[in-house]
């Protein structure tokens, strides 16, 4: 669940998917399904990317799927197009920095006009410390403080 912490959520899945998964390996082990057939290519595919698919046990922070990945992507695909008429390179470069920033604003759960205003009022630059600069990062518990619903 989204309200646990990594530790808790490792746990879990130590406990009560990797039985799930062990016993799905080991029936996709016994199946023997003819060469060549959508199934031979399905059960290849699995057995191939098993170690990887396994590493989602090991890490409470990882996802079992790129759902979230996809979502915040979106919106992105979706304005692609619209994009190939930035006036210029600064332009393009401007709109993604702005979408980024927006974007990330979400995946922490700020409210993005309370995050962009505040950030515009701190006036970020390159004459500042790491330090500041984390303290604007939307990750970060100032952020949080200031930015949150």
Not at 123 to 134: A, I, T
Request: aromatic content about 10%; charged content about 25%; overall charge positive.
């Amino acid at each position: 669940a989204k309200n646990h912490t990594a530790e808790k959520r490792k746990q879990f899945r130590l406990e009560k998917e990797k039985p799930i998964l062990e016993a799905f390996w080991n029936w996709l082990d016994q199946q023997r399904p003819n060469k060549g057939t959508r199934l031979a290519k399905a059960v290849n595919y699995a057995q191939n990317r098993k170690d990887t698919l396994m590493t989602y046990l090991e890490d409470g922070h990882c996802s079992l799927s790129n759902n979230l990945s996809e979502n915040a992507i979106r919106p992105f695909t979706v304005g692609r197009k619209n994009w190939l008429f930035s006036a210029s390179p600064k332009g393009a470069t401007a709109s993604a920095i702005v979408y980024t920033i927006v974007e990330m604003a979400k995946a922490n759960d700020l409210n993005t006009y309370k995050y962009l205003t505040y950030l515009l009022s701190q006036r970020p630059n390159d004459k500042m410390s790491d330090e500041q600069l984390e303290q604007l990062a939307p990750w970060s518990e100032t952020a949080k403080m200031n930015c949150q619903n």
